[in-house]
């Protein structure tokens, strides 16, 4: 009697292991793991109606898929005056019953993950589902998504430049074709190995939308190299790679055709600076749409949803979340005003950082549209920018909150001495990275300006996440240049920058340099050195030991020598020194530095040429001041000798 339903379950099980197997001989077992998932804080209002329109909208989307075959759908349902927007999308290499399936274990899970939240999703490899109280198909990546990275890595030779191309590919081509979809099988030369890559966008995207979402995606994607396997997700997108097939072979799609006229990235980083004007004109315009529909809707200050443009904080809930900015919550003081820690009404820690910008007409129009440029950058090693609020003349930024603040509080501060080599190392590769990303990938190029040790904030890992970047576009043009105060640190400063006010991606390249020595040497750049041979820069006492070869020396005291390779330190000042070279031209652009840093050994004709440094006093009359407001700046440029 009790044996009868086991045996009846034990032959459905069969049953459906066997029609998957008939159907794909590839990809065997589909695979169930939550990829991601995220719940609104909030509790749904009236959690009767809104959850009778969600089973609804469930019901409608499955038939969908059962009677058209559909791949992606979305329902709205309204009951009462609830409304709930839902939203799937199966990847098209799935069958009409592998997206169902996939979909069905999606609704169930997603109620076990979210509860009684208004907005939830949940994203598989296969499908992601997602219901929101508030219309959302139009987002792609306002918030921006993340990846998930295999944890086993291929040594075949080519395999990352391969993945690289083949990835890049599918983020140019998908916006272009019809349906937003492509998937594409790519060997690595020798036949060592098979690249499977998809790439997704939803349907309600824009072309533009898409490619945005497929570049962030990209990005992020392409990091896991050489993993065998990476999914990147995100509101609007996916991508995927793997080693192992994950479709058939003839379900893949012909992408030559697409990639014709598109040109390189680079040509792309090319118009991006030409037409950056242009951009920033659509992106104020846009915004001005933005703000006039009043789209922010309030529970935003509750972070209704974390997939969300950039949200509009009331300034009475900052006050209220940083206790009226106290200086209890204050947590420093950096080149554009205080930044505060701040906890929400939802509890989420944020940190707020109240702007001194001073008056400007030209900052009205600004303001939000460098704010929801900015909050379009994501990346892992750059700081999220989650917000603004704008009142009367304050101008407030929301950003993630960071535990363990900067790296100047590791390296010169009351943590000194607890960072590793390991963790030095890795400092220095995301903090390559993520300048490689504002000044090369994201579509506008950002120079940050004022790259410095204060300005690099380390998340719980200790991996580093850049902040500030993009404030200095905030500055009234006079302001950024020197003739009053240049937008920079003393000390970090590329010499043609602080002297003529000459601004490229190098002077981000050369602050780098100074950053990547204080971070080997525990040293402040600024701090003097005095022997019988006079003053000395931590950059020139570099430059004086790498010439002797002698730059072991420079390494922190407080570094066990068992633990790094000297070969491989030695390698990273020279990369360092290859940065602050007096010209400005011969210094690597960021991209370069991350390959450079990655390679085993550096390229023979890559050698140095000799830094300059600029030495900076604030004179008032009577000597060295720390107020710049009411002194002038004596600069002078010392070479290394
Ligand atoms: C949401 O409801 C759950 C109980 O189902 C409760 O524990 C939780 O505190 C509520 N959250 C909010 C933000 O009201
Ligand atoms: C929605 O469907 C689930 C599962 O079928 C069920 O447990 C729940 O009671 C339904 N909710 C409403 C409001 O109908
Ligand atoms: C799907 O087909 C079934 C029966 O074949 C029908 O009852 C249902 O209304 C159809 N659903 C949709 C969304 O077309
Ligand atoms: C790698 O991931 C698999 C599953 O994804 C897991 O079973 C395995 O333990 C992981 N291995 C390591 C070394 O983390
Ligand atoms: C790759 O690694 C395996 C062992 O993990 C080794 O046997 C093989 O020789 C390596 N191949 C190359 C090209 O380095
Ligand atoms: C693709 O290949 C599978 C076998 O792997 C076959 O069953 C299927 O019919 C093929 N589909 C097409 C469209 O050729």
Known sequence: MILQPIIKLLALTLIWWSSVNVEYAVAATRDTRVINSGCSPINATNTGSFFANVNETFSELRGEIRNQSRHFGTSLKSKGDVNTYTMFQCRNYLSRNDCLACINTASTQIRDICKIANGARVIYNDCFLRYESERFYQQTNEIGGGVTCGNKSTNATGFRAVGQQALLDLQKATPKIKGFYAATKTQVAGGSANIYAIAQCVETASQQKCLDCMQVGYNNLQSCLPSTDGSAYDAGCFMRFSTTPFFADNQTINIRPYLKEGGSSKKWAIIGGVVGGVVLLLVLFACRLFTKQKRVPKADILGATELRGPVNYKYTDLKAATKNFSVENKLGEGGFGAVYKGTLKNGKVVAVKKLVLGKSSKMEDDFE?????????????????????????????????????????????????????????????????????????????????????????????????????????????????????????????????????????????????????????????????????????????????????????????????????????????????????????????????????????????????????????????????????????????????
Not at 466 to 492: C, E, M, N, V, W
Not at 580 to 609: F, I
């Open 369 to 641: 549209g460098e704010v929801k440029l900015i909050s379009n950058v994501h990346h892992r090693n750059l700081v999220r920018l989650l917000g603004c609020c704008s009142k009367g003349q304050e101008r407030i930024l929301v950003y993630e909150y960071m535990a363990n603040s900067s790296l100047d509080k590791f390296l010169f501060g009351d943590k000194k001495g607890s960072l590793n080599w390991k963790q030095r190392y890795d400092i220095i590769l995301g903090t390559a990275r993520g300048l490689a990303y504002l000044h090369e990938e994201f579509h506008v190029s950002i120079i940050h300006r004022d790259i410095k040790t204060g300005n690099i904030l380390l998340d719980d890992d200790l991996q580093p996440k850049i902040a500030d970047f993009g404030l200095a576009r905030l500055l009234p043009r006079d302001r950024s240049h020197l003739s009053t105060k240049f937008a920079g640190t003393l000390g970090y400063t590329a010499p043609e920058y602080a002297m003529q006010g000459q601004l490229s991606e190098k002077a981000d390249t050369y602050s780098y340099g100074i950053v990547v020595l204080e971070i080997i040497s525990g040293q402040k750049s600024t701090n003097v050195k005095i022997d019988d041979e006079g003053r000395e820069y931590l950059l020139q006492r570099a430059w004086k030991l790498y010439e002797r070869g002698m730059q072991l020396e420079l390494v922190d005291k407080d570094i066990d020598p068992n633990e790094y390779d000297a070969e491989e330190v030695k390698k990273i000042i020279e990369i360092a020194l290859l940065c602050t070279q007096a010209s400005a031209a011969t210094r690597p652009t960021m991209s370069e530095l991350v390959v450079l840093l990655k390679s085993k050994s550096l390229v023979e004709q890559l050698r140095p040429t000799m830094p300059v440094f600029v030495e900076a006093k604030m004179m008032n009359g009577e000597g060295i001041s720390d107020n710049p407001s009411n002194a002038t700046l004596s600069i002078s440029v010392l070479s290394a000798r």
